[in-house]
């Protein structure tokens, strides 16, 4: 059974129309990220949650926002995508931040942008 | 410099070898993960480690924390072992990522 589901898994949208990216879990985890991978790149950390606590990356530009409007759903907006934010999009989840909390990964939402 | 580095960046062999994958650290961690992506995205986590080694099938994990360095093993590979794998570590409650490995083995 998914445990972290992303929808939908493909998204194509046009330059400057914002976005919305699903992200949901059945694990009951505190703790959710978003990431964002470029081809051929490591994922990049973009913010998270740990419960309604937001934290968010330093250099993730403000473009991107998040929500978490319960603990099962997570949202990334792009509310003006621009070519360099074609990517993939990666959502997981830990039972907490420690040491020894596994991260468990969707997917992903693969993301064009024309 | 990255803060993870993994080699080689690509890796080809024939069926039935014997694969060893390589992940240096520079940074202080607390725990070591080894994940695999298949196209199309998806990451699977294979092993999390602070000590030792540890063994799940034909796959497993060794970490040295002294030399700050960790190998992933595949025994008998197989075309389904192909994949993007990635080296990544806890360090400040994050991860860090090495930019991965990509595996393809031929029939």
């Known amino acids: 059974d998914a445990m972290v589901i992303q929808n939908p898994r493909y998204q194509v949208t046009q330059f400057g129309k914002p976005v919305t990216l699903s992200c949901s879990q059945t694990l009951n985890h505190n703790v959710m990220y978003w990431y964002q991978q470029k081809s051929s790149q490591a994922p990049k950390l973009l913010f998270h949650?740990?419960?309604?606590?937001?934290?968010n990356e330093a250099d993730t530009p403000d473009n991107f926002q998040s929500r978490r409007p319960n603990t099962s759903f997570c949202f990334l907006d792009i509310r003006s995508p621009g070519l360099g934010d074609a990517a993939m999009y990666l959502c997981?989840?830990?039972?907490?931040?420690?040491?020894?909390?596994?991260?468990?990964f969707g997917p992903g939402t693969r993301l064009t942008v024309l | 410099k990255n803060e993870v580095e993994q080699s080689p960046q690509n890796l080809t062999a024939q069926e039935g070898e014997f694969i060893t994958i390589n992940c240096s650290y520079s940074?202080?961690?607390?725990?070591l993960h080894w994940l695999q992506q298949h196209p199309g995205g998806g990451i699977v986590s294979l092993f999390m480690l602070s000590s030792g080694k540890k063994k799940h099938g034909r796959l497993i994990a060794t970490i040295n924390i002294q030399e700050k360095h960790s190998s992933l093993h595949i025994t008998a590979s197989h075309p389904r072992d192909s994949a993007v794998y990635i080296c990544?570590?806890?360090?400040?409650?994050?991860?860090?990522f090495g930019q991965g490995t990509r595996l393809t083995i031929n029939p």
């Open positions: 997981a989840t830990s039972r907490d931040a420690g040491r020894s909390d596994t991260q468990y």
């Open positions: 949650y740990y419960d309604k606590d937001f934290n």
């Open positions: 940074v202080g961690i607390s725990a």
């Open positions: 990544a570590v806890r360090s400040a409650q994050k991860l860090v």
